[in-house]
T-cell receptor, first 115, second 117 residues
Framework: AQSVTQPDIHITVSEGASLELRCNYS??????LFWYVQSPGQGLQLLLK??????LVQGIKGFEAEFKRSQSSFNLRKPSVHWSDAAEYFC?????????????FGTGTRLLVSP | GAVVSQHPSWVICKSGTSVKIECRSL??????MFWYRQFPKQSLMLMAT?????????EQGVEKDKFLINHASLTLSTLTVTSAHPEDSSFYIC?????????????FGPGTRLLVL
């Protein structure tokens, strides 16, 4: 069965510094990969997604992610973090054996932004 | 992007009562909706898949008689927590698949926080 690992429970970054959130997945075929962001007490907002093609995916709010098949990774990056980026970030995978219906989420990474 | 709403945003109820949560897709028709549960500081766990016009498919370990799901129209799914108990207190989030988007991307509602006293 597919699974997602986000090894960092929380990360603190200075405002203006670069950010990379790690995500590793386990799935035999090419997965469909997603990054979502959740602000406190809110639902999830889709940042970006990868289905096929260019392995570097651009998303909203200046985020990007790179799919690396050899490393089974889909890390999220942002060149310059803003205080408003403080939130919980979830990586998710949808697999073909479920008709790409079911999303399996990682445990999330909480991003703290320091002044 | 597609918009999914939930109502209510939060609810407090007494133990033993039932609570209904609505999930609506506002600008698209969703044949499939999903219900998730999220405990504090934890990830989302899929509870069930709701298909319009048919019975919901529940994940292993989720009591279907406890969490009743109805998807009577293409824009509305409801989750009813029956005979709620304090351990049912949680953050419930729905999502809807937009068939008009590539690979039918899921869009999430803002969530409903349930507190059972």
């Amino acid at each position: 069965a597919q699974s997602v690992t986000q090894p960092d429970i929380h990360i603190t970054v200075s405002e203006g510094a670069s950010l990379e959130l790690r995500c590793n997945y386990s799935y035999g075929a090419t997965p469909y990969l997603f990054w979502y962001v959740q602000s406190p007490g809110q639902g999830l907002q889709l940042l970006l997604k990868y289905f096929s093609g260019d392995t570097l995916v651009q998303g909203i709010k200046g985020f990007e992610a790179e799919f690396k098949r050899s490393q089974s990774s889909f890390n999220l990056r942002k060149p310059s973090v803003h205080w408003s980026d403080a939130a919980e970030y979830f990586c998710a995978v949808a697999a073909g054996n479920t008709g790409f219906q079911k999303l399996v989420f990682g445990t999330g990474t909480r991003l703290l932004v320091s002044p | 992007g597609a918009v999914v709403s939930q109502h209510p945003s939060w609810v407090i109820c007494k133990s033993g009562t039932s609570v209904k949560i609505e999930c609506r897709s506002l600008d698209f028709q969703a044949t499939t909706m999903f219900w998730y549960r999220q405990f504090p500081k934890q990830s989302l766990m899929l509870m069930a898949t709701s298909n319009e016009g048919s019975k919901a498919t529940y994940e292993q370990g989720v009591e279907k008689d406890k969490f009743l799901i109805n998807h009577a129209s293409l824009t509305l799914s409801t989750l009813t927590v029956t005979s709620a108990h304090p351990e049912d207190s949680s953050f419930y989030i729905c999502s809807a698949r937009d068939p008009g988007t590539p690979k039918e991307t899921q869009y999430f509602g803002p969530g409903t926080r349930l507190l059972v006293l």
